[in-house]
Nanobody
Framework: QVQLVESGGGLVQPGGSLRLSCAAS?????MSWYRQAPGKERELVAA????????NYADSVKGRFTISRDNAKNTVYLQMNSLKPEDTAVYYC?????????????WGQGTQVTVSS
C-alpha cells in the first residue's frame, strides 16, 4: 500500500550537484536509492533506516552522496555532489515495509540522472 513519489532527476554537468527526493505514503522501515545504468545490474546506492538513521553507501559514491530522511514527512533525500558521467543512470527509490510475514518492498517509478558536458 506504500506509494513512492520521486523527483529531482535531470541533466547536470560533471562536478555538479542534484538532490533527489522520494516521498512515501506509508510507514517504512528502510528507504534506499538504487540505480541502473545501461548494460549494468541495478545496484544499491544508499540506504537509511527509519529508526536510528543508520546509513550505507556504495563504494562508488562514498564521500560524494549523502542520504537523509525526514521521518515527519516520510521522505528520503539523496544529495549528489561532484557528479561524474559514470553516475548516469535511472535512479529508483525503494521502501521496505515491515509486515507480520516479513518485509515488503515498494519501488518508485525511476528518475533519469544524466551527467554530461
Amino acid at each position: 500500500q506504500v506509494q513512492l513519489v520521486e523527483s529531482g532527476g535531470g541533466l547536470v554537468q560533471p562536478g555538479g550537484s542534484l538532490r533527489l527526493s522520494c516521498a512515501a505514503s506509508g510507514a517504512t522501515y528502510r528507504m534506499s536509492w538504487y540505480r541502473q545504468a545501461p548494460g549494468k545490474e541495478r545496484e544499491l546506492v544508499a540506504a537509511i533506516t527509519s529508526v536510528g538513521g543508520s546509513t550505507n553507501y556504495a563504494d562508488s559514491v562514498k564521500g560524494r552522496f549523502t542520504i537523509s530522511r525526514d521521518n515527519a514527512k516520510n521522505t528520503v533525500y539523496l544529495q549528489m555532489n561532484s557528479l561524474k558521467p559514470e553516475d548516469t543512470a535511472v535512479y529508483y527509490c525503494n521502501a521496505m515495509a515491515l509486515t507480520l510475514r516479513g518485509t515488503t518492498d515498494y519501488w518508485g517509478q525511476g528518475t533519469q540522472v544524466t551527467v554530461s558536458s
